[in-house]
């Protein structure tokens, strides 16, 4: 990654990413803790050729819309070359609210990196499962550390990889209990986890403890890794939800995003990742440059290149306008 733009450039800024990690504490009540200028110039290198942005927290507003400024951007860099990429732990279903606003087009990565989906011709390009018995045996040691612990599974649907409708990719399934931080689809699967695991490959599993449990998601996380690391990929997009996600090993926003690159032709040093959460921050680690809003967990804010405004501030937006004053 290009750690080192110039120092003034983050001197204007403010600190730096890992400095600003050392001494703000993530507050979930207080999602714009990190303070950065609207208005200060954002260091973007001359050579961009690709864009991925994370969606939740970081390209949608807290109101869950798409800025003005990045509804204007969005378009004017796919005229000169430089793809946008979604990269999101959303689902395909879920992207289509996004692509209504922006009238996107693109590569996307779905279920943080499990799924790589073609929004042009609503195709999947590539998906990861989890294997079953892996699943499985994560699912009954969280079941013995943490007692009321509940799941859902996110799984690839009977002819996913020739349907060409994004509704019609992937499905979700809950066991019993299992009460997300969202509306409840109408078409819910409801079983417990093995069962739904038995359905079909499975590209993510979710999990939710007990408030009693005494978790936050990031020592779930923490929990979960200590038995699973070397077999799973296991991370958290929550700044309130005690809610963990859990994909097949090597399987990640980074990784995905360097995939996205490659089918395209382009130079990974040339791209740009931005995000806001612990399941960025190998998106954020594996882009030429490195971002996070200002209003990130610390994990992100750790690992960026550089802080932006936050979501609230349309940070994406003022960061690919960076991107577009660098072209002629």
Not at 28 to 52: M, Y
Not at 114 to 138: G, P, S, W
Request: aromatic letters at 4%; proline letters at 8%.
């Amino acid at each position: 990654m290009q750690r080192a733009m110039a120092a003034g450039a983050d001197a204007r800024l403010g600190a730096t990413g890992s400095e600003r990690a050392g001494t703000v504490a993530f507050v979930a009540g207080n999602p714009d803790a990190v303070h950065v200028d609207p208005a200060a110039p954002i260091p973007v290198p001359d050579d961009v050729r690709l864009v991925g942005s994370d969606l939740d927290g970081t390209l949608l507003d807290p109101q869950m819309n798409v800025g003005a400024r990045s509804l204007a951007a969005i378009p004017r860099l796919a005229a000169i070359g430089v793809p946008f990429v979604y990269v999101t732990g959303r689902p395909p279903r879920w992207l289509r609210p996004i692509v209504e606003q922006t009238g996107h087009a693109g590569m996307a990565v779905c279920a943080n990196g499990a799924v790589i989906v073609d929004l042009a011709t609503e195709r999947v390009v590539r998906h990861t499962a989890i294997d079953a018995a892996v699943a499985i045996e994560l699912v009954l040691r969280l079941r013995a550390l943490v007692p009321g612990i509940t799941f859902a599974v996110e799984r690839m649907l009977d002819g996913a990889d020739t349907a060409r409708d994004l509704a019609a990719m992937s499905v979700v399934g809950f066991e019993p209990g299992y009460d997300p931080p969202w509306a409840r689809p109408a078409d819910l699967e409801v079983a417990p986890a093995e069962a739904l695991l038995a359905r079909g490959p499975a590209v993510k599993l979710l999990a939710i403890p007990p408030p009693e449990a005494g978790h936050d998601a990031d020592s779930l996380v923490a929990l979960a890794a200590a038995d699973f690391a070397d077999r799973l990929h296991i991370t958290h997009s929550g700044a309130r939800a005690m809610l963990i996600e859990i994909m097949a090993g090597g399987v990640d926003k980074g990784a995905a995003l360097l995939e996205v690159a490659e089918l395209l032709g382009i130079d990974p040093a040339a791209t740009i990742g931005v995000g806001d959460m612990p399941n960025d921050v190998t998106m954020i680690r594996a882009a030429g440059t490195g971002y996070a809003v200002a209003n990130a967990h610390p994990a992100a804010l750790r690992v960026a290149d550089h802080v932006i405004p936050s979501n609230a501030d349309d940070g994406v937006g003022r960061l690919l306008d960076a991107v577009l004053a660098t072209r002629p």
